[in-house]
């Protein structure tokens, strides 16, 4: 796993491991909701800095917590794109808009991966 490990996995300090929020469950949704934005937050600058495989590994840890977070699910499927997994950005850009189906920046960027997968297909 990269650098970042989820708190249920060891990373930030163990805290989950050490079983410190087990009868506190509001306390335990704000540590998850901490790590969700910190993995979105890294999905997002890798993202710029063009490390596409990065992005979707963070995304990826966000997902795991909160399989339907709509940020983790655009900036996975935005790397996808970069990344030329067209079928992939595809599946993710669709359970995006299963969870938001009124979010128009999807569905545009929907239309284009399906573009680009079809001139894809042609060359192969």
Same mark, same amino acid.
């Given at each position: 796993?990269? !650098? +970042?490990? !989820?708190?249920?996995?060891?990373?930030?300090?163990?805290?989950?491991?050490?079983?410190?929020?087990?009868?506190?469950?509001?306390?335990?949704?704000?540590?998850?909701?901490? *790590?969700?934005?910190?993995?979105?937050?890294?999905?997002?600058?890798?993202?710029?800095?063009?490390?596409?495989?990065?992005?979707? *590994?963070?995304?990826?840890?966000?997902?795991?917590?909160?399989?339907?977070?709509?940020?983790?699910?655009?900036?996975?499927?935005?790397?996808?794109?970069?990344?030329?997994?067209?079928?992939?950005?595809?599946?993710?850009?669709?359970?995006?808009?299963?969870?938001?189906?009124?979010?128009?920046?999807?569905?545009? +960027?929907?239309?284009?991966?399906?573009?680009?997968?079809?001139?894809?297909?042609?060359?192969?």
């Amino acid at each position: 796993m990269g !650098p +970042l490990a !989820p708190v249920d996995q060891g990373g930030p300090a163990g805290i989950l491991d050490k079983n410190l929020y087990k009868d506190k469950p509001d306390q335990l949704k704000e540590v998850h909701d901490m *790590e969700i934005t910190v993995c979105n937050n890294m999905a997002q600058g890798s993202l710029k800095t063009g490390d596409w495989t990065k992005a979707v *590994e963070y995304a990826d840890m966000a997902l795991r917590i909160e399989p339907n977070n709509a940020k983790a699910l655009w900036r996975k499927a935005s790397a996808q794109k970069a990344l030329l997994g067209y079928p992939e950005a595809m599946a993710t850009l669709e359970k995006l808009l299963q969870v938001e189906p009124a979010n128009a920046a999807a569905r545009a +960027l929907l239309a284009e991966v399906r573009q680009l997968n079809e001139k894809s297909n042609r060359r192969d």
